[in-house]
């Protein structure tokens, strides 16, 4: 057997700080929009907290108000801006650690997150992992506020994680999550670290 390692993280308030949803859709729709779509909004959170709207429908809703109709160009414009700019600020210093450490001991790193892969992707590239996240319709190369496919979190991350890597040939499997949306990723290790980046 191949003893190589895994080694698997959540993006948002584990590598990061924070939730990445509201903080890029800030910066690339302006805070004023943003906070005038979430007003208007407002009667869903109670339904999508009790569990009564699920969290793609719930990210789709504020995506067709705020990028729907933008080009990808558009979108990855300001997604590499806001990891030049913003991103690097609220991104743990010990997640970077965690993950040069993995990288150094030859393992295989991925980040597996429920954002989507639009606003992750240059961190990931810049940090040499791999990035399985949530993706976005694009038709005629335009964005139209749906999710492609399913929403990577909960049961969807172990999803992805099997449909890219065969589990049977790691002997180390390290996971590190922060939420309940990280559980199944977070039961496939047999290292298992939750919030102990933070």
């Known amino acids: 057997m191949d003893e190589k390692s895994l080694a698997l993280f959540d993006f948002d308030k584990t590598i990061t700080d924070r939730d990445t949803f509201f903080d890029f859709l800030s910066f690339a729709c302006g805070k004023f929009k943003v906070i005038c779509v979430t007003i208007v909004l407002m ?23 705020l990028i729907a109709g933008w080009t990808v160009e558009k979108l990855e414009k300001k997604a590499k801006e806001y990891s030049l700019v913003s991103l690097k600020k609220i991104v743990r210093k010990s997640a970077l650690e965690e993950i040069k450490k993995h990288k150094d001991m030859g393992a295989d790193v991925a980040i597996v997150s429920a954002s989507p892969s639009i606003w992750i992707q240059f961190f990931a590239k810049e940090q040499g992992v791999n990035l399985l996240a949530t993706e976005l319709e694009v038709i005629d190369g335009r964005i139209t506020g749906n999710i492609s496919g ?49």
């Open 43 to 65: 009667p869903l959170f109670p339904f999508h907290f009790a569990g009564f709207l699920d969290g793609g429908k719930f990210k789709e809703i504020f995506f067709k108000m």
């Open 150 to 198: 399913k929403n990577c979190r909960g049961p969807q991350k172990v999803v992805r994680i099997e449909n890219s890597y065969d589990l049977s040939k790691y002997k180390n499997i390290f996971a590190y999550g922060d939420s309940s949306g990280d559980k199944e990723m977070l039961d496939l290790a047999n290292h298992k670290y939750y919030q102990a980046l933070s």
